[in-house]
C-alpha cells in the first residue's frame, strides 16, 4: 500500500481557548484516520500537527477555520512540516 502521508504545523488564533476547540479537533481528526497533537499555547492560539492522508488533513484542517459552537477563528496559519511518524492524536 503505497499511501502519501503529509504533515502540516496549524496555528489557530481568535477565540479558541475553553471553548473545547483542542478536543473537537481531536474528534475531527480520528474520524479520518489523522494522527498528531493540538495543545493550548501562552499567546491564546491553539497549535496543531496533522499527518494523514493530504484530504483527509484538507478536511481537519478545513473543520480548524471554523472550529466548534463558541469558538471564533479570526486566522488560520498553515505550515508544510515533515511527517514524524505520530500516532494517534493527543490533546496537550
Known amino acids: 500500500m503505497d499511501e502519501q502521508i ?3 504545523k496549524v496555528t489557530v488564533r481568535g477565540h479558541v481557548q475553553g471553548v473545547f476547540f483542542r478536543d473537537s479537533v481531536r474528534r475531527q ?35 480548524c477555520a471554523r472550529g466548534p459552537r463558541g469558538a471564533s477563528v479570526t486566522s488560520l496559519d498553515v505550515q508544510e512540516c515533515s511527517p514524524q511518524g505520530l500516532s494517534g492524536f493527543h490533546v496537550r
Open 6 to 8: 503529509v504533515a502540516r
Open 29 to 63: 481528526a480520528q474520524r479520518r484516520g489523522v494522527r498528531g497533537l493540538a495543545a493550548n499555547r501562552p499567546d491564546g492560539s491553539v497549535e496543531i500537527v496533522l499527518e494523514g492522508r493530504p484530504e483527509d488533513i484538507r478536511d481537519v484542517i478545513d473543520y
